[in-house]
């Protein structure tokens, strides 16, 4: 399966045409050509690898972001220290893509002075899926790391309140033949994201993924979006979410947990936090010999036997690496909700959106 189950609605489009679009709907929210642009590549970045949580469904909950709803179009990120490999960043109450995209921009460049840099993040807002910062250190021969908090929606362990976020971790390999290894996920079973992805195209959740408000489990998506999201692992998920987020947080300022809002009154502006890594491998071994070492640790697993009901084995990124492939090549699969709230946020903004139907 590439990408996630394919809806009875689902329409595909052209990469390129929805890039030209959402662009221009970020352009009309007054934002300017660079930061639209990167915007944008982040949404159809993560549709284009088959993570539609994170992809141009988003496009309406943005525009009411720069539109009033607290984020500044103009926002520019600023380095507030620098002391070694250590950088604090202020986002300026940015997009949290523009806010995250700078700081580990700043992180690779310490890198590459240092051999190490770490940048972590206040003042910003929502940054979309994490992979697409950790993967931004691969064309300099570095490891990318990134996490950011999110709004509260597990418990802890053997409780029942909403005080946890899902705080995603992503982690970019870099390799020589191969593919890169890339993994990007969050301490729950699920994102409310995906789950907004599966009530859009009519289908039930997992079992495992959520709960309702009283705690029993569900498949509803409807009914899940107002209750508690499960933690992967047990004990094990909320305690990587504990700590994704103070990294993200308490180093920056930012807010942790309930303080930065919650689902139902939404986030408060300008209150999230990320924390941003890049390891230069230059600086323990030599990068040919990292990236071929990583291309056999790749083979080796490829080649292991694939478990019962399994066609194969199935690598970090691999699935979303083969999604961009056939994405590209034969248009990224929305559904008919996420173009409906496309073409809508385009004609509320003069927006010329016929290029999506």
């Not at 300017?32 to 590549?41: I, K, M, S, V």
């Not at 909320?238 to 920056?252: C, E, K, N, P, R």
Request: hydrophobic share 45%; with cysteine.
């Amino acid at each position: 399966m590439v990408g996630y189950p394919k809806g009875a609605g689902d329409c595909a489009v052209a990469p390129g045409a929805l890039t030209d679009v959402v662009v221009a709907i970020f352009r009309a929210c007054g934002m300017g050509a660079g930061d639209a642009a990167l915007l944008a590549d982040t949404m159809v970045t993560a549709d284009l690898r088959g993570v539609h949580s994170h992809g141009c469904l988003r496009v309406p909950d943005y525009v009411a972001k720069l539109s009033g709803g607290g984020a500044d179009a103009r926002g520019r990120p600023r380095v507030l220290s620098a002391r070694g490999a250590a950088v604090v960043v202020d986002g300026g109450n940015a997009m949290g893509q523009i806010a995250a995209a700078f700081a580990i921009d700043r992180a690779i460049e310490r890198a590459a002075q240092v051999q190490v840099g770490v940048a972590a993040v206040g003042g910003s807002n929502h940054c979309g899926a994490m992979d697409y910062y950790a993967m931004r250190a691969l064309p300099h021969d570095m490891i990318g790391i990134a996490t950011t908090n999110a709004l509260p929606t597990m418990a802890p362990w053997g409780g029942r309140d909403k005080i946890l976020g899902i705080n995603p971790l992503a982690i970019a390999v870099p390799a020589g033949a191969e593919a890169p290894l890339v993994i990007d996920t969050a301490f729950s079973a699920s994102s409310h994201g995906k789950i907004r992805v599966f009530r859009q195209k009519g289908l039930a959740l997992p079992e495992g993924w959520a709960s309702d408000a009283e705690g029993r489990p569900t498949t509803d998506p409807s009914v899940a979006a107002d209750g508690l999201l499960q933690p992967i692992g047990g004990y094990k998920g909320t305690g990587f979410a504990l700590m994704m987020g103070i990294l993200s947080t308490v180093l920056s300022g930012a807010a942790f947990g309930t303080r930065l809002g919650s689902m139902a009154t939404g986030p408060k502006p300008g209150r999230d936090g990320h924390f941003l890594m890049a390891i230069n491998i230059a600086g323990f071994v030599p990068p040919a010999t990292f990236k071929a070492e990583v291309d056999g640790i790749i083979r080796e697993l490829r080649a292991s036997r694939p478990a019962p009901g399994h066609e194969r084995v199935m690598l970090p990124g691999e699935r979303e690496h083969e999604a961009a492939e056939a994405y590209a090549r034969d248009g990224i699969p929305l559904s008919a909700e996420t173009i409906a709230g496309i073409t809508a946020a385009a004609q509320r903004l003069g927006v010329d959106s016929t290029a999506l139907t």
